[in-house]
C-alpha cells in the first residue's frame, strides 16, 4: 500500500463512520506529524518542485538559444 491510499484510509476513519458513530479512533501527534509531513512533501514535488525544474529548463534553453545565435551571428 503506498502512502496516499494510507492517507485515504485513515482519513476514511473519520470520514465514513460505520455502525458505532460514538466510536472515536485516537490518532497521536507523532502520527499527525506524519502525516501531515507526507502532504507537505507531496506538495513540494507535485508544485514548488515542478516549477523550478520548469523555470531551470526555460532558462537553459534560452542559453542555448543565445548561445546558438552567436555562433550563427543571428541576433
Known amino acids: ?7 485515504r484510509q485513515i482519513g476514511n476513519i473519520g470520514a465514513h463512520m460505520e455502525k458505532d458513530v ?3 479512533v485516537d490518532i497521536d501527534e507523532g502520527e499527525a506529524e506524519l502525516l ?3 502532504l ?4 513540494q514535488d507535485w508544485y514548488i518542485n515542478k516549477h523550478e ?5 526555460k532558462k537553459i534553453r534560452q542559453i542555448a538559444d543565445a548561445k546558438q545565435a552567436a ?3 543571428t541576433p
Open 1 to 7: 500500500m503506498n502512502s496516499i491510499d494510507a492517507i
Open 22 to 24: 460514538d466510536l472515536i
Open 36 to 38: 501531515i509531513n507526507l
Open 40 to 43: 507537505e512533501d507531496l506538495f
Open 53 to 57: 525544474q520548469e523555470e531551470r529548463n
Open 71 to 73: 555562433k550563427t551571428g
